[in-house]
């Protein structure tokens, strides 16, 4: 792709275009947190036309950070999507988080685009974030191209970085470009695949156009290295250029071109680029390589689902004459025009007023209005194709995860999974009146964020709000005050505690009740074991001989998983359990399901006293990055948390990387803490890790008793 003249007036927008398949990217920004995945966004916005002025998020004037608490943070919170064009291609955008707590922002993303432009800070390189969101686009097979931002900072290594993203995210780099400067002198890149170089102004505050010019002399020789690395390695991954290299002709730039795009679409290499978005130098060859190297809707596989009505599995390929077929991965409560469920049409098209099926819960949907749009703001248009990332008005009992499909054709797509919250809060009302209020704006967060969960405790009376970090709740607790109006007092953090059990054990579940005419009788023999960590519930029905009807077995069970919310310990949830019914009996004129429902929770909680219950506590994975001098006090503050150190890696300039396991209920307060010890210096990184059993020690301290109960 040339980059022309016309760069910085490309042809505005307009919502009723049609584009064919092959010229529609949907990608995603991803990337640890202040990479720099914001401001590349809003250059991209503003070089395709889409806006007219550079939004900043220092400012708090970025487009795409809409949200008051995002603008007064200058971090993103939620994901924002938004079209433009480039080339005469269609770009539907997406910019992710890059707080772990937002974690479920980039899941849900990323399950719905087609390709991923990943962010890397030139200086710190590939940071622990970096990492999750790579195994996060891992899993859904997302290829991606990487860009190292800021390289006009000190400090910022090209050649570093790339080695990162080989050694940390086992990756195969494919560098196509070089940068022209260093550090403060970083003036353009040299691209590698047409052997030229582009400038951009000097220290530009505001945007220019790429000027080409010679590859620079002093540069020649390592360009031409580069160059013939890039083949021989392209040479082992695509059997085109294998040929021609083994027969020793030259590789023309469209064959080039070509095999990265093959390679990059078969996830076997990552090409690299590199500029500065601050400084508004490579935003254009970013650009040209997202419609180069990154799929359309046309290059991914057929969506794989099962049929609705048969379960046999089913596809259907990227076609706007097939049946319509949508995964909803979005819903939002807008203050102006009511609930917003976002959605990626796999195949298919769909016009406002049609009639589609959940096939999800088996409900039918009307399409209220279809709009497009650009973070906050919407453009309504009559119907939309296949590719589309679309907003939908009127759907009522569609949810994240949920599929949308054509009533004659239904089909159901793997919806998406989230990671369970791992820190909880206790809520209140400060009045009757902000009662109402709370809950209904509680019920339209759980709504929009699936990793936010709301409880309450019959025992204490308290409403627990449950999320994914501190910084989770607090914007949570932020915006329920400031949208819903709400007045509210909240607890301090509880960790999400489960229990689990260590050994065999078998009991008798019974309940018998007389009072007079017919009565309660229902009686079965359970028992349970140990499962591995992360296997969740099992159950087993092994009663023989009609001893216990079947209708009284699906009672009990209903009953073992109520039991098994509130666990003998201290009310935690039980996990990692296998619960086997091997015996029973009951009465012909008083057994019934509430009975038998009533046996399996006395059962469960009497087997589970009996199986050695333990706590098991959630471990977070910890990564600081400190200089080198107070990484004797952070080590031995990890140690006094019960941190369990995992590696340490030292950088150039004396950088420390110190990699350890941690108790979330030590981590509480830990920036406060990290900032005194380094004097600011040092920063650090979170992300839910698995759980573990609690010492015997610390049990004691949470259920204040001994932690195995006879």
């Keep these: 792709m040339v980059i022309t003249p016309t760069t910085l007036k490309n042809k505005p927008m307009t919502t009723s275009e049609r584009f064919p398949l092959e010229r529609i990217r949907n990608i995603g920004i991803i990337a640890h947190i202040d990479a720099g995945k914001t401001t590349t966004s809003e250059r991209i916005l503003f070089y395709t036309g889409r806006t007219y002025k550079i939004g900043a998020v220092d400012e708090g004037t970025a487009v795409l950070d809409w949200m008051e608490q995002e603008r007064e943070r200058g971090i993103t919170i939620t994901s924002a999507a938004t079209t433009c064009q480039w080339h005469n291609h269609r770009i539907n955008l997406i910019d992710t988080p890059g707080h772990v707590d937002f974690t479920a922002e980039v899941e849900r993303s990323l399950r719905v685009l087609d390709g991923g432009v990943v962010v890397l800070d030139a200086v710190a390189g590939v940071e622990a974030q970096s990492e999750t969101v790579w195994r996060q686009a891992n899993r859904y097979h997302v290829p991606r191209i990487c860009f190292v931002n800021k390289m006009d900072r000190v400090g910022a290594d090209y050649y570093n970085t790339i080695a990162m993203i080989e050694k940390r995210l086992q990756a ?127 290059d991914t596989p057929p969506v794989a689902g099962i049929d609705a009505r048969s379960g046999a599995p089913v596809t259907r390929p990227a076609n706007d004459d097939a049946p319509f077929c949508a995964l909803a991965f979005k819903a939002v409560a807008d203050p102006f025009m009511g609930r917003l469920v976002y959605i990626r049409v796999y195949s298919g098209q769909v016009k406002t007023g049609t009639q589609v099926l959940n096939s999800t819960r088996g409900k039918r949907e009307r399409i209220g209005r279809l709009v497009l749009m650009h973070a906050n703001h919407r453009e309504d248009i009559t119907g939309t194709e296949t590719g589309a990332i679309v907003a939908c008005l009127g759907l009522k009992d569609t949810f994240t995860g949920d599929t949308l499909c054509s009533s004659e054709h239904p089909i159901l797509l793997e919806s998406i999974r989230f990671p369970e919250p791992v820190l909880s809060v206790a809520i209140e009302p400060k009045t009757r009146m902000d009662q109402d209020k709370m809950f209904d704006g509680l019920q339209k967060l759980t709504d929009e964020d699936p990793t936010f969960k709301v409880a309450h405790n019959q025992e204490t009376g308290q409403t627990i709000i449950s999320g994914m970090g501190e910084l989770h709740l607090e914007i949570l607790v932020d915006r329920l005050l400031r949208e819903f109006g ?66 009284f077995i699906v009672a009990a069970e209903a009953g073992i998983r109520e039991a098994l919310n509130v666990g003998v310990l201290a009310d935690y949830p039980v996990v990692d359990i296998k619960v086997t019914a091997v015996d029973g009996s009951y009465h012909e004129v008083d057994s019934s399901q509430m009975a038998f429902k009533m046996a399996g929770s006395i059962g469960l909680k009497e087997a589970a006293r009996r199986a050695g219950p333990v706590l098991l506590e959630p471990i977070m994975r910890l990564e600081v990055v400190t200089p080198g001098q107070f990484m004797g006090d952070i080590i031995g503050d990890l140690n006094s948390r019960r941190g369990h150190i995992e590696t340490i890696e030292t950088q150039q300039a004396g950088t420390c990387i110190i990699r350890c396991l941690i108790p979330l209920s030590e981590t509480f307060g830990y920036a406060t803490t990290v900032r005194s010890l380094t004097q600011g210096r040092a920063t650090h990184s979170m992300e839910p890790h698995s759980y573990r059993q609690v010492p015997a020690d610390v049990a004691n301290q949470i259920t204040g008793k001994t932690t195995e109960v006879k």
Aim: net charge negative.
């Design 172 to 298: 195969t780099p494919l560098p196509i470009q070089l940068p022209l400067g260093k550090e403060e002198t970083f003036r353009g890149v040299i691209d590698l695949i047409e052997n030229k170089a582009w400038t951009f102004i000097q220290d530009a505050q505001s945007p220019s156009e790429p000027v080409e010019v010679p590859v620079p002399e002093s540069d020649r020789a390592e360009c031409a290295k580069f160059r013939e690395k890039l083949i021989e390695k392209l040479a082992e991954l695509d059997d085109h250029i294998m040929v021609a290299y083994l027969e020793g002709k030259e590789v023309t730039i469209s064959e080039l071109k070509e095999a990265l795009r093959r390679v990059t679409l078969a996830n076997k290499g990552v090409p690299v680029l590199c500029g500065t978005s601050l400084r508004n130098k490579g935003v254009q060859p970013l650009l040209d390589a997202v419609i180069d190297y990154l799929p359309s809707p046309q």
């Design 486 to 551: 709400v007045g509210a007092k909240v607890g301090p953090p509880q960790v999400a505690y489960r229990e689990t059990i260590t050994k065999k054990a078998k009991a008798e579940g019974r309940f018998v009740r007389q009072s007079g005419g017919r009565g309660q009788y229902g009686d079965i023999w359970l028992e349970v074991e140990p499962l591995e960590r992360g296997a969740g519930y099992q159950f087993v029905d092994e009663v023989k001989g009609g001893n216990v009807p079947r209708e």
